[in-house]
Protein backbone atom coordinates (compact mmCIF):
# COMPACT_ATOMS: atom_id res chain seq x y z
CA UNK A 1 0.00 0.00 0.00
CA UNK A 2 1.32 3.32 -0.79
CA UNK A 3 1.50 5.61 1.96
CA UNK A 4 1.27 9.49 0.06
CA UNK A 5 -2.46 9.74 0.21
CA UNK A 6 -3.57 7.02 2.47
CA UNK A 7 -5.61 7.55 6.25
CA UNK A 8 -4.41 6.13 8.99
CA UNK A 9 -5.81 5.70 12.61
CA UNK A 10 -3.13 4.94 15.17
CA UNK A 11 -4.01 4.05 18.99
CA UNK A 12 -1.98 5.19 21.60
CA UNK A 13 -0.56 7.81 19.16
CA UNK A 14 -0.23 10.59 21.53
CA UNK A 15 3.76 9.00 23.30
CA UNK A 16 6.24 6.80 22.30
CA UNK A 17 5.99 4.79 19.20
CA UNK A 18 2.19 5.91 18.01
CA UNK A 19 3.81 9.41 17.83
CA UNK A 20 6.51 8.36 16.27
CA UNK A 21 4.80 6.78 13.89
CA UNK A 22 2.10 9.18 13.33
CA UNK A 23 5.15 11.95 12.69
CA UNK A 24 6.34 9.36 10.07
CA UNK A 25 3.08 8.71 7.98
CA UNK A 26 2.46 12.66 7.47
CA UNK A 27 5.96 13.20 6.87
CA UNK A 28 5.60 10.55 3.85
CA UNK A 29 2.31 12.48 2.55
CA UNK A 30 -0.48 10.31 4.33
CA UNK A 31 -3.30 11.63 7.00
CA UNK A 32 -3.45 10.66 10.52
CA UNK A 33 -6.62 9.91 13.29
CA UNK A 34 -4.21 10.38 16.67
CA UNK A 35 -6.57 8.03 19.17
CA UNK A 36 -5.29 8.17 22.47
CA UNK A 37 -6.74 8.49 26.02
CA UNK A 38 -4.45 11.85 26.85
CA UNK A 39 -6.05 14.79 25.89
CA UNK A 40 -3.30 17.31 26.31
CA UNK A 41 -0.52 15.24 24.35
CA UNK A 42 -2.77 14.11 21.84
CA UNK A 43 -4.03 17.48 20.78
CA UNK A 44 -1.04 18.89 21.01
CA UNK A 45 0.32 16.40 18.39
CA UNK A 46 -1.78 16.95 15.85
CA UNK A 47 -1.67 20.95 16.13
CA UNK A 48 1.68 20.83 15.85
CA UNK A 49 1.45 18.36 12.88
CA UNK A 50 -0.64 20.41 10.82
CA UNK A 51 1.18 23.23 11.32
CA UNK A 52 4.59 21.90 10.09
CA UNK A 53 2.85 20.33 7.08
CA UNK A 54 0.51 23.62 6.56
CA UNK A 55 -2.77 21.93 6.28
CA UNK A 56 -5.20 19.30 8.00
CA UNK A 57 -3.17 16.13 7.84
CA UNK A 58 -3.85 15.25 11.86
CA UNK A 59 -7.14 15.19 14.13
CA UNK A 60 -7.11 13.81 17.51
CA UNK A 61 -9.59 11.91 19.43
CA UNK A 62 -9.70 11.68 22.95
CA UNK A 63 -10.76 7.78 23.30
CA UNK A 64 -10.71 4.68 25.27
CA UNK A 65 -9.46 2.07 23.81
CA UNK A 66 -11.05 -0.11 25.86
CA UNK A 67 -15.01 1.38 25.33
CA UNK A 68 -16.43 0.42 21.61
CA UNK A 69 -18.31 3.34 21.53
CA UNK A 70 -15.73 5.82 21.91
CA UNK A 71 -13.31 3.75 19.49
CA UNK A 72 -15.94 3.31 16.85
CA UNK A 73 -16.27 7.17 17.14
CA UNK A 74 -12.77 8.26 16.47
CA UNK A 75 -13.58 5.81 13.01
CA UNK A 76 -16.46 7.98 12.42
CA UNK A 77 -14.35 11.14 13.06
CA UNK A 78 -11.19 9.79 10.47
CA UNK A 79 -14.04 8.94 7.72
CA UNK A 80 -15.47 12.73 8.88
CA UNK A 81 -12.05 14.36 8.23
CA UNK A 82 -10.49 12.66 5.51
CA UNK A 83 -13.21 11.06 3.68
CA UNK A 84 -11.75 7.22 3.89
CA UNK A 85 -9.42 5.05 6.36
CA UNK A 86 -6.73 2.92 4.59
CA UNK A 87 -5.09 1.54 7.68
CA UNK A 88 -5.68 0.69 11.09
CA UNK A 89 -2.56 0.47 13.56
CA UNK A 90 -4.21 -1.24 17.32
CA UNK A 91 -0.89 -0.41 19.14
CA UNK A 92 -2.07 1.67 22.85
CA UNK A 93 -0.54 -0.70 25.20
CA UNK A 94 -0.31 -0.45 29.14
CA UNK A 95 2.47 -2.55 31.03
CA UNK A 96 1.62 -4.80 33.92
CA UNK A 97 2.90 -3.71 37.26
CA UNK A 98 4.80 -7.07 38.24
CA UNK A 99 3.83 -7.69 40.92
CA UNK A 100 2.79 -10.96 41.50
CA UNK A 101 0.34 -10.58 44.20
CA UNK A 102 -2.76 -9.32 44.04
CA UNK A 103 -2.70 -5.80 45.71
CA UNK A 104 -5.16 -3.63 43.26
CA UNK A 105 -7.07 -6.67 41.60
CA UNK A 106 -10.22 -5.90 42.65
CA UNK A 107 -9.75 -2.02 41.71
CA UNK A 108 -11.88 -2.46 38.48
CA UNK A 109 -10.22 0.39 36.60
CA UNK A 110 -6.66 -0.04 38.08
CA UNK A 111 -6.57 -3.75 37.91
CA UNK A 112 -3.84 -6.10 36.62
CA UNK A 113 -6.55 -7.19 34.63
CA UNK A 114 -6.64 -3.82 32.31
CA UNK A 115 -3.54 -5.42 30.89
CA UNK A 116 -5.58 -7.72 29.04
CA UNK A 117 -8.28 -5.38 28.43
CA UNK A 118 -6.08 -2.51 26.63
CA UNK A 119 -3.28 -5.04 25.11
CA UNK A 120 -5.81 -7.39 23.92
CA UNK A 121 -8.90 -7.20 23.86
CA UNK A 122 -9.15 -3.74 22.71
CA UNK A 123 -6.81 -4.60 19.63
CA UNK A 124 -9.46 -7.43 19.08
CA UNK A 125 -12.67 -4.39 19.35
CA UNK A 126 -10.30 -2.64 17.01
CA UNK A 127 -9.65 -4.99 14.22
CA UNK A 128 -13.08 -5.33 14.08
CA UNK A 129 -14.24 -2.24 13.90
CA UNK A 130 -11.75 -1.97 10.97
CA UNK A 131 -13.44 -5.29 9.46
CA UNK A 132 -16.72 -3.57 9.29
CA UNK A 133 -15.53 -0.12 8.55
CA UNK A 134 -13.87 -2.12 5.01
CA UNK A 135 -16.57 -4.06 4.58
CA UNK A 136 -18.99 -1.25 3.91
CA UNK A 137 -16.31 0.71 1.99
CA UNK A 138 -15.05 -1.31 -0.73
CA UNK A 139 -14.53 1.58 -2.70
CA UNK A 140 -11.33 2.19 -0.47
CA UNK A 141 -9.41 -1.23 -1.67
CA UNK A 142 -7.85 -3.26 0.93
CA UNK A 143 -7.08 -2.26 4.24
CA UNK A 144 -4.28 -3.17 6.22
CA UNK A 145 -4.11 -3.78 10.63
CA UNK A 146 -1.55 -3.65 11.81
CA UNK A 147 -1.06 -4.41 15.83
CA UNK A 148 1.34 -3.68 18.23
CA UNK A 149 2.34 -6.91 20.05
CA UNK A 150 6.19 -7.91 21.99
CA UNK A 151 8.98 -9.72 21.87
CA UNK A 152 6.52 -11.61 24.50
CA UNK A 153 3.96 -12.14 22.45
CA UNK A 154 6.13 -15.37 20.73
CA UNK A 155 8.49 -15.92 24.06
CA UNK A 156 6.32 -16.35 28.16
CA UNK A 157 7.27 -14.30 30.95
CA UNK A 158 8.03 -14.86 34.40
CA UNK A 159 8.15 -10.59 34.97
CA UNK A 160 5.01 -9.83 33.27
CA UNK A 161 2.48 -12.94 32.40
CA UNK A 162 -0.76 -11.08 31.74
CA UNK A 163 1.33 -8.95 29.92
CA UNK A 164 2.79 -11.72 27.89
CA UNK A 165 -0.73 -13.62 27.17
CA UNK A 166 -2.04 -10.46 26.13
CA UNK A 167 0.61 -9.86 23.59
CA UNK A 168 0.48 -13.69 22.32
CA UNK A 169 -3.04 -13.03 22.06
CA UNK A 170 -2.46 -10.40 19.78
CA UNK A 171 -0.50 -12.56 17.36
CA UNK A 172 -3.11 -15.36 17.45
CA UNK A 173 -5.81 -12.72 16.31
CA UNK A 174 -3.32 -11.11 13.79
CA UNK A 175 -2.69 -14.85 12.22
CA UNK A 176 -6.61 -15.96 12.55
CA UNK A 177 -7.77 -12.94 10.83
CA UNK A 178 -5.14 -13.09 7.87
CA UNK A 179 -6.50 -16.09 7.09
CA UNK A 180 -9.79 -14.50 5.66
CA UNK A 181 -7.96 -11.64 4.34
CA UNK A 182 -9.72 -12.79 0.57
CA UNK A 183 -13.07 -12.56 1.88
CA UNK A 184 -12.87 -9.51 4.68
CA UNK A 185 -10.17 -7.38 1.63
CA UNK A 186 -7.99 -6.83 4.76
CA UNK A 187 -4.30 -7.70 5.53
CA UNK A 188 -3.22 -8.36 9.05
CA UNK A 189 0.36 -7.67 10.76
CA UNK A 190 1.95 -8.17 13.57
CA UNK A 191 5.29 -5.91 15.32
CA UNK A 192 7.22 -8.03 17.86
CA UNK A 193 9.64 -5.39 19.33
CA UNK A 194 12.21 -5.76 22.15
CA UNK A 195 12.47 -3.40 24.72
CA UNK A 196 12.32 -0.19 22.38
CA UNK A 197 13.01 3.77 24.01
CA UNK A 198 10.12 4.70 24.94
CA UNK A 199 8.17 6.30 28.25
CA UNK A 200 6.28 2.73 28.69
CA UNK A 201 9.91 1.81 30.22
CA UNK A 202 9.95 4.51 32.58
CA UNK A 203 10.02 3.56 36.60
CA UNK A 204 11.38 0.33 38.05
CA UNK A 205 11.61 -1.75 34.51
CA UNK A 206 14.01 1.12 33.29
CA UNK A 207 15.89 0.48 36.17
CA UNK A 208 15.73 -3.08 36.39
CA UNK A 209 16.96 -3.24 32.58
CA UNK A 210 19.82 -1.02 33.16
CA UNK A 211 20.72 -2.79 36.59
CA UNK A 212 21.15 -5.47 34.38
CA UNK A 213 23.10 -3.93 31.11
CA UNK A 214 20.42 -5.28 28.74
CA UNK A 215 19.97 -3.24 25.88
CA UNK A 216 17.05 -0.81 25.22
CA UNK A 217 16.82 -0.39 21.23
CA UNK A 218 15.72 3.34 19.83
CA UNK A 219 12.43 3.73 17.78
CA UNK A 220 13.87 4.32 14.68
CA UNK A 221 14.10 0.15 13.54
CA UNK A 222 10.49 -0.30 14.71
CA UNK A 223 8.73 2.75 12.84
CA UNK A 224 10.62 0.97 9.61
CA UNK A 225 9.13 -1.73 10.21
CA UNK A 226 5.61 -0.44 10.26
CA UNK A 227 6.67 1.18 7.34
CA UNK A 228 7.49 -2.14 5.81
CA UNK A 229 4.10 -3.79 6.99
CA UNK A 230 1.95 -1.09 5.47
CA UNK A 231 4.07 -1.27 1.94
CA UNK A 232 4.87 -4.71 1.53
CA UNK A 233 1.32 -6.07 0.43
CA UNK A 234 3.04 -9.77 0.50
CA UNK A 235 2.91 -9.19 4.33
CA UNK A 236 -0.25 -10.94 5.57
CA UNK A 237 0.01 -13.00 9.04
CA UNK A 238 3.44 -11.65 9.18
CA UNK A 239 5.16 -10.99 12.68
CA UNK A 240 8.01 -8.80 12.10
CA UNK A 241 9.97 -9.41 15.01
CA UNK A 242 12.69 -6.16 15.90
CA UNK A 243 15.26 -7.13 18.32
CA UNK A 244 18.99 -5.38 18.97
CA UNK A 245 20.32 -7.97 16.32
CA UNK A 246 17.79 -6.56 13.53
CA UNK A 247 14.11 -6.89 12.25
CA UNK A 248 12.91 -10.61 10.83
CA UNK A 249 10.14 -11.64 9.38
CA UNK A 250 8.25 -14.90 10.27
CA UNK A 251 5.92 -15.66 7.74
CA UNK A 252 4.51 -18.94 8.60
CA UNK A 253 2.11 -18.89 11.25
CA UNK A 254 2.39 -22.07 12.77
CA UNK A 255 2.83 -23.09 16.20
CA UNK A 256 3.65 -26.77 16.40
CA UNK A 257 6.33 -28.48 13.84
CA UNK A 258 3.85 -31.04 12.62
CA UNK A 259 3.30 -31.04 9.17
CA UNK A 260 0.31 -33.42 9.12
CA UNK A 261 -1.56 -31.23 11.77
CA UNK A 262 -0.71 -27.86 10.09
CA UNK A 263 -1.89 -29.57 6.45
CA UNK A 264 -5.28 -30.60 8.43
CA UNK A 265 -6.04 -28.07 10.15
CA UNK A 266 -5.28 -25.28 7.06
CA UNK A 267 -7.25 -27.39 4.62
CA UNK A 268 -10.43 -27.60 7.44
CA UNK A 269 -9.91 -24.13 7.90
CA UNK A 270 -10.20 -23.01 4.37
CA UNK A 271 -12.98 -25.03 3.76
CA UNK A 272 -15.25 -23.91 6.57
CA UNK A 273 -14.08 -19.90 5.80
CA UNK A 274 -15.32 -20.19 2.25
CA UNK A 275 -18.64 -22.11 3.55
CA UNK A 276 -19.34 -19.52 6.42
CA UNK A 277 -18.66 -16.49 4.33
CA UNK A 278 -21.44 -17.59 1.38
CA UNK A 279 -23.73 -17.85 4.32
CA UNK A 280 -22.79 -14.62 5.83
CA UNK A 281 -22.67 -12.78 2.18
CA UNK A 282 -26.32 -14.35 1.71
CA UNK A 283 -27.15 -12.75 5.17
CA UNK A 284 -25.99 -9.39 4.68
CA UNK A 285 -26.79 -9.22 0.50
CA UNK A 286 -23.29 -8.23 0.44
N1 LIG B 1 8.46 0.28 24.83
C1 LIG B 1 8.71 -1.02 24.75
O1 LIG B 1 9.73 -1.53 25.21
C2 LIG B 1 7.76 -1.94 24.03
C3 LIG B 1 8.23 -3.17 23.58
C4 LIG B 1 7.36 -4.02 22.90
C5 LIG B 1 6.05 -3.63 22.67
N2 LIG B 1 5.61 -2.41 23.13
C6 LIG B 1 4.23 -2.05 22.85
O2 LIG B 1 4.23 -0.90 22.02
C7 LIG B 1 2.99 -0.20 22.14
C8 LIG B 1 3.26 1.28 22.29
O3 LIG B 1 3.90 1.50 23.52
P1 LIG B 1 5.02 2.61 23.77
O4 LIG B 1 6.23 1.89 24.20
O5 LIG B 1 5.07 3.55 22.64
O6 LIG B 1 4.41 3.27 25.11
P2 LIG B 1 3.89 4.72 25.52
O7 LIG B 1 3.51 4.60 26.95
O8 LIG B 1 4.87 5.76 25.13
O9 LIG B 1 2.57 4.89 24.63
C9 LIG B 1 1.39 4.18 24.90
C10 LIG B 1 0.20 5.08 24.58
O10 LIG B 1 -0.99 4.32 24.76
C11 LIG B 1 -1.95 5.17 25.36
N3 LIG B 1 -2.97 4.37 26.04
C12 LIG B 1 -2.81 3.53 27.09
N4 LIG B 1 -4.00 3.03 27.46
C13 LIG B 1 -4.93 3.57 26.63
C14 LIG B 1 -6.34 3.44 26.52
N5 LIG B 1 -7.06 2.67 27.35
N6 LIG B 1 -6.97 4.11 25.54
C15 LIG B 1 -6.28 4.91 24.70
N7 LIG B 1 -4.95 5.09 24.77
C16 LIG B 1 -4.28 4.42 25.73
C17 LIG B 1 -1.16 6.04 26.32
O11 LIG B 1 -1.88 7.21 26.69
C18 LIG B 1 0.10 6.31 25.49
O12 LIG B 1 -0.06 7.49 24.72
C19 LIG B 1 2.28 -0.85 23.33
O13 LIG B 1 1.29 -1.74 22.85
C20 LIG B 1 3.38 -1.63 24.03
O14 LIG B 1 2.88 -2.72 24.77
C21 LIG B 1 6.44 -1.56 23.78
Same mark, same amino acid.
Given at each position: !?? %?? =? #?? +? %?? $? =? &? &? #? /? !? /?? $? *? +??? *?? #? *? =???? *? %? +???DVSQGSALAEALNKEIGSNVAVFHETDVTKWKTLEAAFEKAKDAFGKINIVVNNAGITESSSWFNDNDAGEESCEYMTLNINLVAVAKGTRLALKYFAQNPQVGEGVVISTSSLYGLYNSGIVPLYAAAKAGVVSLVRSHSLARKETNTRHVALCPWFIDTPLLEGTFREALTASSIPVIPQEPVIDAFIQAIEDDTLNGAVLTVFPGGTEIIRENIYSGNADQLKMVRAMETSIIEHQYALAKEARKL
Open positions: !MK %IE =G #SV +A %II $T =G &A &A #S /G !M /GK $T *L +AEK *LV #S *L =GGKV *L %I +ADR
